[in-house]
């Protein structure tokens, strides 16, 4: 359709072509399954239970389990999840069942074992909250250190960035005003067919990142297109499979879907901040993502994508190929899925705190001091720690207490031989809880509060926060 | 070319050594990627396969741990094509193809030195291996 208006004018695209097809595959942690195990003899209404250790939840009646992709497995954490146990069901494989439960009158079993395959369950379905994003922002990480995200392992200074979704391939944003796409619509989904069952949570249409109910009977999929994935130091999700198609039903349609990567734009995200408004870097077109290389801050990153673009150009012509021998049929929406909700933030009755809260006055001292002067201030002061800056007050390293008295039992007089270089540090607006981790991650007492220019503000130690959160 | 990884201790990191060995034996080296600090030091070079077991003799002889790199090992059967593992590659040793597969170059690893792909991969698809089993891994 691409190459048709523009070589031929959307006028003769719109003649020519009935229907386009579209495809994505990516990681969808919004994702999971409801079955249905069928009764126990005696019966038991469940309580609890685990799919191969994936504690699986109970939202209803005595044996319906909904399997969430993101919960772990307890003896594999980080490694196995819902999305792996989906995976392996969808695959014929084996899995085992647990099951506890209090016992009643007429649920009287309350406990049980069992190996299953999706030929045993009553009912087997793919029913995700929200999938499908319209476009999503491309992920790139500011701090000194190397963070593991969602949007996948993020190098130090903006060494790389990632980004997710099929661009212009995606469903979404070749019908942005959903026209054809509502509750109802037929829709490749994992490898068989499956429907949109209505927005999905989080549904923003005003900023153009619509998402996607959908539900398919995941007894009729392929692990090709449903696999479950893990992400280090996040956890388990599901990449999830979905093709839909677009009935070139009026001219608008034939120009809708005619869009190019380089006409979807969206933000540069640095996740090195974890706060929900993340600092936006750039702008930048899903033809650059596509590239391999994008500008930040005039430096040329390496950028690639967490979602398969292969696998979304093959879905897209599966959909075809079924629309063409007659196995897939287009369905007309019930009802057109909303366009004018918003995406609000969290009501929060607790105001969290962060570090500027607890940030008082460091300690400090420059490179050309001795030891002995150094070992003084931190008596005089009562502090474990001084942080030594240069005359602009950047920083330059941290002593504490402990590297001053190792100096002094081995006869040290320099403080320059005996300078810590490498400071984890903390900015004003980072949460106190996330300080804390650093400081229990690095085994350390203290962080160094600085600005974007390194300039030492203060300093925060494990003390401040225990008497904050002492209060 | 064969690659070898070398590691100095502190006592011998401030020593010529590689130019040593490189004017003794006549033998083209090429670092590919080196960490040497006054702790000690890791350098990842590549010799001649001919001349592999001499450097290696040298290089022992003068107290440095030579040993064969690991590389990485990807299972086709597991990888699903998302690229999350190739932003991270700092010699574009993974690239994707015109039609978006992910595919490895072995040639231009540099193996476990960086490892920097291993854990990033959403498939668990990637591993450390060994080069080779060779009789020269002490």
């Not at chain 1, 048709?4 to 990516?26: I, M, R």
């Not at chain 1, 190098?155 to 070749?174: D, E, I, V, W």
């Not at chain 2, 060995?21 to 396969?49: K, M, N, T, W, Y």
């Not at chain 2, 291993?118 to 089993?133: G, K, M, N, T």
Request: proline content about 4%; aromatic content about 6%.
């Amino acid at each position: 359709m691409k190459k048709l208006v523009e070589s031929s004018g959307v006028e003769v695209a719109y003649k020519e072509v009935d229907v386009v097809t579209t495809g994505t595959f990516g990681a969808m942690c919004s994702s999971g399954a409801i079955i249905n195990l069928g009764h126990a003899d005696p019966p038991i209404k469940i309580q609890r239970a685990w799919i191969n250790d994936v504690e699986v939840c109970h939202p209803g009646a005595a044996v319906d389990l909904y399997i969430g992709a993101t919960i772990m497995s307890e003896t594999r954490p980080f490694e196995y999840g819902g999305g792996h146990v989906i995976e392996d069901l969808v695959d014929g494989k084996e899995v085992e069942v647990r099951a506890t439960a209090y016992g009643t009158d007429c649920y009287p079993r309350t406990k049980l074992r069992t190996t299953i395959t999706k030929d045993d369950l009553n009912q087997f379905y793919l029913l995700n909250f929200r999938n499908c994003y319209q476009r999503y922002v491309c992920a790139t990480n500011s701090r000194d250190e190397i963070i593991y995200t969602y949007m996948g392992k993020l190098l130090p200074k903006f060494r790389n960035a990632t980004f997710s979704g099929s661009g212009a391939l995606n469903p979404l944003m070749n019908d942005p005003d959903y026209e054809t796409i509502g509750i109802g619509t037929r829709i490749f989904l994992g490898g068989g067919q499956g429907y949109v069952i209505g927005e999905g949570t989080q549904h923003d249409p005003g900023n153009r990142f619509g998402t996607l109910m959908v539900r398919g009977d995941c007894k009729k999929m392929s692990s090709e297109f449903i696999h479950g994935a893990a992400f280090t130091k996040y956890g388990t999700t599901l990449y999830v499979g979905i093709g839909i198609p677009i009935p070139i039903l009026n001219e608008g349609l034939a120009k809708k879907t005619a869009i190019l990567d380089e006409e979807i734009v969206t933000d540069i995200v640095d996740y090195g901040i974890p706060r929900r408004e993340r600092p936006k870097l750039g702008k930048v077109s899903y033809k650059e993502l596509k590239s391999g290389a994008i500008t930040i801050d005039d430096k040329k990153v390496r950028v690639s994508s967490l979602s398969s673009l292969k696998t979304a150009r093959k879905i897209a012509e599966i959909l075809k190929s079924w629309i063409e021998n007659s196995s897939f049929y287009l369905s007309a929406p019930a009802e057109s899925l909303p366009t004018d909700t918003v995406c609000k933030p969290m009501k929060q009755t607790e105001e969290m705190a962060f570090v500027n809260s607890v940030t008082h006055a460091a300690v400090t001292c420059t490179e050309d001091e001795e030891v002995k002067a150094v070992a003084e201030r931190i008596i005089n002061r009562s502090v474990n720690h001084v942080v030594v800056t240069d005359e602009q007050g950047k920083l330059r390293g941290i002593v504490t207490s402990w590297d001053i008295t190792k100096a002094v039992a081995k006869g040290k007089r320099k403080l320059v031989d005996i300078i810590i270089r490498k400071v984890v540090t903390t900015k004003p607006d980072e949460s106190l809880e996330e300080a804390s981790r650093k400081m229990a991650q690095h085994q350390i007492s203290a962080l160094p509060v600085i600005d974007q220019d390194r300039k030492v503000l203060g300093i925060i130690t494990s003390e401040d926060i225990a008497k904050l959160l002492g209060r | 070319m064969v690659r070898i990884l070398l590691r100095f201790s502190e006592k011998i990191v401030e020593q010529p050594i590689t130019a040593g060995v490189i004017l003794e034996h006549g033998v083209p080296i090429s670092i590919v990627a080196a960490h040497v600090d006054s702790h000690g030091g890791e350098i990842l070079a590549e010799v001649p396969s001919t001349h592999v077991e001499k450097v290696v003799d040298a290089f022992r002889e003068k107290g440095v741990i030579v040993t064969f790199p690991k590389l990485i090992e990807v299972d086709s059967e597991k990888c699903f094509n998302c690229g999350a593992c190739v932003s991270l590659c700092p010699v574009s040793a993974i690239t994707f193809r015109e039609d978006f597969s992910v595919v490895f170059d072995e040639q231009k690893c540099i193996g476990s030195p960086c490892g920097l792909c291993v854990d990033a991969c959403p498939a668990r698809a990637i591993r450390l291996v060994e080069q080779h089993s060779s009789g020269l891994i002490q």
